[in-house]
């Protein structure tokens, strides 16, 4: 058994011994591996600035990149601004006289007429003070008459005559207030348009504080918004607009028919109307976008945003510049104006016919060369 332990052993400590030194021979080869890899690289490294000096213009970097030629055309710039469709006629209708509603001729979605009667109020009390009014006036009349003809045949008293005349002609005005009041009893229509809400139901008592119904003309629209008070002298009667109409995926040409000349204290602002016509689609207090032309510009050059970049020296752009068979960027600083929808307009810096590099501009410098 002894004999057995003494061999595993040896066996033992042979397989670690023939383990070790196969890894130090391993270790040995990389090394010789790494500074055959350092001499190559040195050597390479020395060629690549040997051949950079020799022709350097074979060794430079080349970028990829896309151009844009540049032109003059027209810059336009907008305001925008969110505001809401109104009804230049859009009326409350209040009642004028106190009673019980007897009658409701229309409901929402009738259209009126200018004038046309909508509703009515007891009247009963005011018709018995007009027969009684009426009859005191007939007598009225009658003595007054026979007064004058008296009078104009010399008999009687002036007073007598002046009394008959005086009685009558106020019982004239009583009748003229009486019959005022009767047709306050009746709810008419104060403008053409539709019925979109009413109010007031038969029984009911007539409250000249409570509006009985309301009436919309829909044939004459306008779009209102507010705008800061810097647009003030921007905006003007007249000026072209563009309407949208998110609800309604609908776009329509416009012109600004009012601007306001009060500044609101509290949001600095003044009010614009937009007139928009009628549409059977529109709804009064309707989501409607404003774009509204404050700046527009001719026969200057405008260019992508994005493409401006920025540095010590202020804002430029990188342009395409042939040099023989090869092409270059160079840089071109620039002024700019106003921004409409990522699109800016450059003042000064650039030349009709330039190729502005719109791609692959990011990490261009001051000749480096470029390829489409």
């Known amino acids: 058994m002894k004999k057995i332990i003494i061999i595993l052993f040896v066996l033992a400590v042979a397989v670690v011994s023939c383990n070790k030194s196969g890894t130090d021979s391993k270790k040995t ?23 950079a000096k020799e022709n350097p213009e074979e060794n430079k970097k080349m970028h990829f990149v896309e151009l844009q030629k540049v032109s003059k055309g027209t810059f336009t710039h907008y ?19 106190m009673g019980p509603i007897t009658n409701v001729y229309v409901e929402p979605g009738t259209v009126v007429r200018k004038g046309q009667l909508l509703a009515t109020i007891d009247d009963a009390i005011i018709r018995k003070s007009i027969d009684e009014l009426q009859n005191r006036l ?27 005349k005086n009685n009558k002609d106020a019982l004239d005005r009583a009748m003229s207030t009486a019959n005022e009041q009767l047709s306050l009893t009746k709810i008419k229509s104060p403008i053409n348009g539709t019925v979109d809400q009413v109010d007031i139901k038969v029984g009911e008592m007539a409250n000249a504080m409570k ?9 004459q629209l306008k779009v209102t918004a507010e705008l800061a008070e810097s647009y003030l002298k921007a905006i003007k009667i007249g000026d072209k607009a563009k309407v949208s109409l998110p609800d309604l995926n609908k776009m329509m ?28 689609d529109l709804r009064p ?25 920025n540095d010590q020296a202020g804002q430029y752009v990188m342009v395409a510049v042939k040099n023989g068979d090869k092409t270059y960027a160079s840089k071109r600083v620039i002024k700019t104006g106003l921004i409409y929808k ?12 330039e190729e502005l590099i719109i791609t692959g501009y990011q990490n261009l410098n001051e000749g480096d060369l470029i390829k489409l």
């Open 253 to 280: 040409d416009a012109k600004v028919t009012f601007v306001g000349r009060v500044i609101n204290p509290s949001s600095r602002t003044f009010s614009i109307d937009v007139k928009i016509g009628n549409s059977n």
């Open 211 to 219: 509006p009985a119904m309301r009436i919309v003309n829909l044939q």
């Open 138 to 164: 007939d007598l009225a009349t009658v003595v007054y008459s026979k007064q004058k003809n008296l009078w104009d045949q010399k008999i009687g008293t002036e007073i007598q005559f002046l009394q008959a």
């Open 29 to 51: 080869e990389l090394a010789s591996l790494k500074k055959q890899q350092a001499e190559l690289t040195s050597k390479i490294l020395k060629m690549e600035e040997e051949l």
């Open 285 to 309: 207090n309707m989501i409607a976008m404003l774009s509204i032309i404050d700046y527009k510009a001719k026969n200057v050059f405008s260019i992508p945003m994005n493409i401006v970049q």
């Open 79 to 97: 305001v925008e601004v969110q505001g809401k469709v109104e009804s230049e006629q859009n009326v409350n209708i209040l009642p004028r006289a």
């Open 342 to 353: 990522g699109t800016v307009e450059v003042k000064t810096g650039l030349t009709e016919g």
